[in-house]
């Protein structure tokens, strides 16, 4: 049911209650009730658009639980979802909620960390290119669910790595800081994607702001790693000051390839002779806007896709700036 979770690394349950199916329960319509899945509140759900959503999984329980009354067997529940967990191979699922053991905690600014969960020796977490994953979290008695886009490169063995940004009055920044290495914390995925191909676009550019670099930086590393794969790419990075610049000495490193360029908006630095010298050069002072994107684009060495992460009004504002443009719809992708 949607309140469930499967351990892959701990073998206790961690869903919010257990519940053991008996031939010999009374088959009364109390007992049916208690099986019956409940309907998800709107605060479970994380709004990016998931498929499943949890009100499909629900959904789909009910229909379940309904043939199950039908037949009168409440071991038809059991059966179902017992053949389902064996013919998924995979290390998570998209509707079962699966624990994973918090190996690692680092600070990369004053409300942002990057935070690593353990996998099985040898395993990868299983995603394609701009993959998110839900996570789920309790407030007060109430579930929430977020949506998250892990930065570790699409192969990475034995962990994965998710960027999280808290904020003072959000309910899952609530949960999210409460985390003590260790921890079982459950996720549920993949969903989304960028349906990503060596050499197909010729040049992306990336504008991301805050932690919409998230997305952009397994496609990076997925370009650089192979060899074959001529794309250039330019990554326009948008933060309040250089302090808030996330992933410092990644992309500082993934720079250094021969067709990877990385240029940074900050909208709250006053002047550039404040920042190292290496980024000096590659830095707007103030907001991205129209002329400044021109100029990026001018920049390009080829008519670029472009690729778009951020809050609602950041992609509502790149949307419009490519739109004044004349960059073609198709030619522009939103995580």
Known sequence: MPDSCIHYILPQHVGQQDVVYSSEMDE?????????????LPSQCCGSGCTPCIFDIYQK???????AKKRNDKNYLTNKETNKKDSNAAIIDSEMFTAFKLCSVERLTDDTCQYRFELP?????????????????????????????????????????????CYPDGLMSQYVQSWKVN????????????????NKYGQLLMLASGTGVAPMLPIMQHITGNEDDETFVTLVGCF??????????????????????????LSQEETIDNLPWSYQEKTHIG????????????????????????SLTFNEDMVNYLKRLELQEDSCFIF
Not at 28 to 40: A, C, E, G, R, Y
Not at 129 to 140: A, E, M, S
């Open 28 to 40: 009364s319509s109390d007992d049916w009730l208690s099986l019956k899945p409940v309907q998800p």
């Open 121 to 165: 020796r040898g395993w990868t977490l299983g995603l394609t290119l701009g993959q998110h994953i839900v996570l789920r979290g309790t407030v007060n008695d109430m579930e929430l669910q977020r949506a998250y886009t892990p930065i570790s490169p699409v192969d990475m063995e034995d962990s994965f790595e998710v960027l999280i940004k």
């Open 287 to 310: 907001r991205i806007d129209c002329d400044v994107l021109r100029s990026v684009i001018d920049s390009c060495r080829r008519k670029p896709y472009v690729l778009i992460c951020g």
């Open 240 to 265: 309040r000051n250089f302090k808030s610049i996330y992933m410092k000495p990644l992309l500082q490193d993934l720079s250094l390839y021969w067709n990877i360029k990385t240029v940074y908006a």
């Open 183 to 198: 921890d079982s914390i459950c996720w549920r995925g993949p969903f989304g994607g960028f349906p990503y191909e060596p």
């Open 61 to 67: 329980e009910l229909a379940l639980w309904e043939e």
